[in-house]
T-cell receptor
């Protein structure tokens, strides 16, 4: 079975500062990894995904993430955040033989002016 | 990108009544849809996998008779919360996988917030 751990439930940061949201996963088979963003009272929007190939993945809104197989991590980064990045961020994992997405508990990114 | 729409976005009902939530794939056919439940400030918990033309597959601990799922066409899945009680109040989100898209990519609806009084 797969599992996802997001160690930080909340990350406060000032506008224009860099940010990293941590995600670690556990799986006995190869995985696909995703980051989703959720704005208040809305569904989820895909930020980026890792399926194969280059371990550095670039997504929308200036976000990027790096897949590290040895550390079983897929941390999300942005060099300079905006107020509008305030939202809940979810890391998720699936495998090649299942459609199911297993989500982490989420990280609330709060950007202050 | 592909679009998934849920209706209604908000619903308030009395305890004991049933509520139906629709999930539609607007510009693609979805043989498989997923229903998630999200409690306040918590993650999404997969409730069931909805398969077009067959019975849904429920996750452990999810009551099949409580949460009825019907996937009658390639663009529509419905979740009916039967005899709703206040503890059923939650944010319900559906997702759909589009055929031809990269394996593992899902598109999410905007969610439906159910409040049972």
């Amino acid at each position: 079975a797969q599992s996802v751990t997001q160690l930080d439930s909340q990350v406060p940061v000032f506008e224009e500062a860099p940010v990293e949201l941590r995600c670690n996963y556990s799986s006995s088979v190869s995985v696909y990894l995703f980051w989703y963003v959720q704005y208040p009272n809305q569904g989820l929007q895909l930020l980026l995904k890792y399926l194969s190939g280059s371990t550095l993945v670039k997504g929308i809104n200036g976000f990027e993430a790096e897949f590290n197989k040895s550390q079983t991590s897929f941390h999300l980064r942005k060099p300079s955040v905006h107020i509008s990045d305030t939202a809940e961020y979810f890391c998720a994992v699936s495998t090649y033989n299942t459609d199911k997405l297993i989500f982490g508990t989420g990280t609330r990114l709060q950007v202050f002016p | 990108g592909a679009v998934v729409s849920q209706h209604p976005s908000w619903v308030i009902c009395k305890s004991g009544t049933s509520v139906k939530i629709e999930c539609r794939s607007l510009d693609f056919q979805a043989t498989t849809m997923f229903w998630y439940r999200q409690f306040p400030k918590q993650s999404l918990m997969l409730m069931a996998t909805s398969n077009e033309g067959s019975k849904a597959t429920y996750e452990q601990g999810v009551e099949k008779d409580k949460f009825l799922i019907n996937h009658a066409s390639l663009t529509l899945s419905t979740l009916t919360v039967t005899s709703a009680h206040p503890e059923d109040s939650s944010f319900y989100i559906c997702s759909a996988r589009a055929g031809g898209h990269i394996t593992g990519e899902l598109f999410f609806g905007e969610g439906s917030r159910l409040t049972v009084l």
